[in-house]
């Protein structure tokens, strides 16, 4: 027995051995135009995915299924906040365990790198800063804040625990390490950037490689000397073009192209986007034929599960759940007809055959439609957390709070207060109109003693809504829910919540003349705020406390919200019935990937079995939501929807195909009411002349100096290429100071033309993306016209003007007329 206990206990130990023992040590260098990798020329073709974005058991697939690509390296970001979702607790198990999808990659013979922020963008929740980061109210992301940069360190220490052993010096597969992220569209701070390598430099060494990615045209604002310097550019770019300045400036340095942007990411309420294949496969033959190095941006998205979706700015244009990408690989992980293509093209390049490409985990199933039949109303979700009306406040006249006040990361608020009777008549007067104004981050529904009366939308730049005339006591309630905070920009400090304080202005209108208007503003200083965190925990508790009661009748929601010394509900009560938790159930016979299509509900998230499995909203694009099989099972399954706007039909179904492209908006997103068309014969043009033809960014002055206008038209009479399709991917307009303007507040009046299939509409001039543009539709007639609204009256005296990125700026204006106008 003794012997046998020895033996088993040698033989583990072996095999323990066996298994920890250091892989053996290795260099990754900067060599004259080249990396070197053992002091070997190294062309890094590197496949961009997100550990968190793919189902842990499903990782090792989609490594392999990049590996099949011909592809040598998988280049990852570590997303802090899902590290650290509370300030302290770190978190590196399960689908947050980044060193075990290292090892995974060194298994299968690939090497990493690694993004470690802290800062991210990639369409992720604030850019992967934690949200309790805003707790403190005047921290200042991304910069020598001491709280910022005392919070980076022991995060990137902790990386440090999980990831030291990995990389090459250590026998580990990492080879190269990323300093932040683009800093140069957020601005210009050498201190900064050096602090963020000097802080990966100590936990990780001198040795391994670091380097820094921005485009091409931001590159010299922030790149430090010692580091390396890749770009970021999109498909169909002119690649020449990019790397030109590098070239100059760093003659023998080695060319990488850190993001190669084989699709994009899709927002709520705009067309589902793709890029060609063929522009994707030849820019990467060209790199390849040049011996330029890159990381395929995404060659697998996956999925924004929960609530980690992020939104894009200027404006705010939160992303969907899905982060498909129009990869090569799809968001469930199959192979694509792009895929095929850039497998071919990369065959050329490898020294030997391509590793075959390995079955999908799971095969793909489909479940008959079944119903959410149990209801639980939206108040049963309310933590008890909240703050009553506040006298001492109230006294100062203090803001409704922000979630992060509130300190909750995500969910809903409802915001209470009680109104004034607000008189309708006065002498001589009566009112013409009342209107609440709010800034509401993101989604707000306005009710009156319970009963619907609009909503203000962050996504169309909503702040204002039409109330009916306002009896003393009534009750007014805001229900506001957050969407991803914004990721990318100056904006990534994105409060949720109310922001300030609500007014109800009622304007008077005179019987008799002599006075035109009179507007009288109110401004409540009282509100309850209760919360609704986004959790399933809630959920489930929101189905205990409906135990037993029959959902349909009033009396029994009374009593819940009774139960929290709140006011009765009434069967006409619409913020109560309707909106809430639904829950259903199907059974399986076999597990496998599916789609579950929600097309018939409002707003809102979906947990499955307890996995958080994103957003949805009635508006698309995104209909379907991607369901891994390896969290599903055999028998009953359980699926929950929290809708805050309510379902048309409580049905939901698994389909074989996702839905990603079905938009249903009220009303088109084209900027083209003929009423908002600015009649410009009347104004002079700020600005009369040619542009110059080819690609990058052009400074166009204003011949007669500045000009003063709330409104910036371009008239494009003419392109280089003589046809009718004008293109521009950014514009910026330029104070007395020649200092780019603000373009936060901006927004899109009108647009004569704008092609919709590909998602060129107006507004992509001021997204901050070189790689995304307004384009006219073919065959309008010129001219072409866009006016963009700067939010307010500004002193403009030049613009700045980016073309498209391709080769040759397919759609480059000539001949422009440009107006300021008030
Ligand atoms: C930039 C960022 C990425 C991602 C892409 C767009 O390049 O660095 O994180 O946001 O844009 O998908
Ligand atoms: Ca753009």
């Known amino acids: 027995m003794k012997f046998f206990r020895l033996l088993t206990l040698t033989s583990l130990m072996m095999i323990t051995a066996g298994i920890t023992a250091a892989k053996e040590s290795g260099t990754f260098t900067i060599g004259d135009k080249t990396f070197l990798l053992n002091g070997q020329p190294f062309v890094v073709k590197a496949a961009e995915v997100h550990y968190p974005r793919i189902p842990r058991p499903y990782w090792e697939h989609r490594i392999q299924m990049c590996k099949s690509l011909g592809m040598n390296a998988v280049c990852i970001y570590i997303f802090w906040n899902i590290h650290e979702q509370q300030e302290g607790v770190f978190d590196f198990t399960d689908n947050n365990d980044v060193a075990e999808f290292c090892r995974i990659a060194q298994k299968n013979g690939m090497y990493v790198i690694v993004r470690p922020g802290p800062y991210v963008c990639a369409e992720w929740e604030m850019g992967g800063l934690p949200w309790w980061l805003l707790k403190k109210k005047d921290i200042k992301l991304r910069e020598r804040d001491p709280y910022f940069m005392e919070h980076v360190k022991i995060f990137e220490e902790r990386v440090g625990e999980q990831l030291r052993p990995l990389t090459i010096q250590n026998g580990g597969p990492i080879i190269m390490m990323q300093v932040e992220n683009e800093y140069g569209s957020y601005g210009e701070d050498k201190p900064y950037v050096s602090e963020i390598r000097d802080c990966l430099h100590s936990i990780y060494g001198k040795e391994l490689s670091l380097f820094q990615c921005d485009w091409s045209s931001n590159f010299e604002k922030n790149g430090l000397d010692d580091l390396t310097w890749t770009m970021n550019f999109g498909t169909g770019a002119n690649i020449d073009e990019q790397f030109r300045r590098l070239g100059q400036l760093r003659p023998n340095a080695p060319k990488m192209c850190s993001e190669f942007w084989s699709g994009w990411f899709d927002k709520w309420g705009a067309q589902h986007e793709t890029r060609p294949a063929k522009d994707m496969v030849e820019g990467m033959d060209e790199m390849l034929s040049k011996g330029i190095s ?81 209801f639980a109303p939206l108040f049963n979700g309310f933590d008890y957390k909240y703050t009553w009306w506040d006298h001492e406040e109230e006294a100062h006249g203090e803001s409704p709070k922000t979630f992060e006040e509130l300190d909750m990361g995500w969910g809903t608020v409802l915001y209470t207060t009680r109104l004034p009777e607000i008189p309708q008549e006065g002498r001589n007067l009566s009112v013409s109109q009342t209107t609440l104004t709010l800034e509401a981050h993101d989604f707000a529904q306005v009710f009156i003693d319970g009963k619907y009366m609009g909503r203000i939308d962050r996504v169309k730049n909503e702040k204002t809504l039409t109330l009916p005339p306002i009896k003393q006591s009534q009750e007014l309630q805001i229900l506001v829910e957050g969407m991803g905070r914004i990721n990318f920009g100056r904006a990534i400090k994105d409060f949720k919540g109310l922001i300030g304080k609500p007014t109800i202005t009622t304007s008077f209108s005179s019987h008799v003349g002599e006075v035109d208007k009179i507007e009288v503003t109110y401004t409540p200083n009282q509100w309850e705020c209760m919360r609704i965190p986004d959790d399933y925990e809630v959920a489930v508790k929101a ?19 009774i139960g929290r010394g709140y006011r009765y509900a009434k069967e006409s009560d619409e913020l109560i019935f309707g909106r809430g938790y639904y829950r259903g159930y199907f059974d399986l016979k076999k597990v496998g990937d599916t789609f579950l299509n929600f097309e018939t509900w409002g707003k809102g998230q979906v947990w499955v079995n307890g996995h958080a499995m994103g957003r949805i909203w009635s508006i698309g694009p995104q209909q379907t939501l991607y369901v891994p099989g390896c969290w599903l099972k055999k028998g009953k399954n359980e699926v929950i929807v929290l809708d805050i706007v309510g379902p048309s039909e409580k049905v939901v179904w698994g389909q074989a195909e996702p839905e990603l492209n079905k938009l ?106 070189e790689s995304t543009y307004w384009q006219t539709i073919k065959g309008t007639d010129f001219p072409h016209l866009l006016v963009i609204d700067l939010g307010s009256e500004q002193h403009v005296r030049g613009i700045e003007y980016l073309p498209r990125a391709e080769q040759g700026a397919p759609g480059s204006v000539k001949k422009v007329k440009i107006y300021i106008y008030k």
Do not use: C
């Open 543 to 561: 189905f205990e406390e409906q135990k037993g009661k029959n959902p349909t009748t009033h009396e029994s929601l009374n009593r819940a919200v």
């Open 664 to 769: 249903q908006l009220e009303k088109s997103n084209k900027h083209n009411n003929p009423g908002d068309k600015p009649d410009l014969n009347s104004l002079a043009p700020a600005f009369d002349g040619e542009l110059k033809a080819g690609n990058g960014w052009q400074y166009v002055p204003f011949k007669y100096g500045t000009k003063k206008g709330r409104y910036l038209a371009v008239e494009v009479l003419s392109t280089q290429a003589e046809n009718d399709v004008a293109a521009i991917a950014e514009i910026y307009a330029l104070d007395d100071d020649n200092q780019r303007i603000s373009r936060e507040p901006w927004t899109v009046k009108y647009a004569s033309s704008e092609e919709d299939n590909g998602n060129h509409l107006g507004d992509k001039v001021f997204d901050l993306q």
């Open 294 to 374: 890159f990381s395929l941006y995404m060659t697998h998205g996956g999925t924004s599960f929960g609530h980690w979706a992020g939104a894009n700015s200027p404006g705010f244009a939160p992303d969907v759940t899905s982060y498909d990408y129009d990869a090569p690989i799809n968001e469930w992980g199959l192979a694509t007809p792009k895929f095929w293509e850039l497998r071919k093209m990369m065959e050329k390049y490898s020294s030997h055959k391509l590793p075959s490409v390995p079955n999908p985990p799971m095969k793909i199933i489909t479940i008959p439609k079944f119903e959410l039949t149990e």
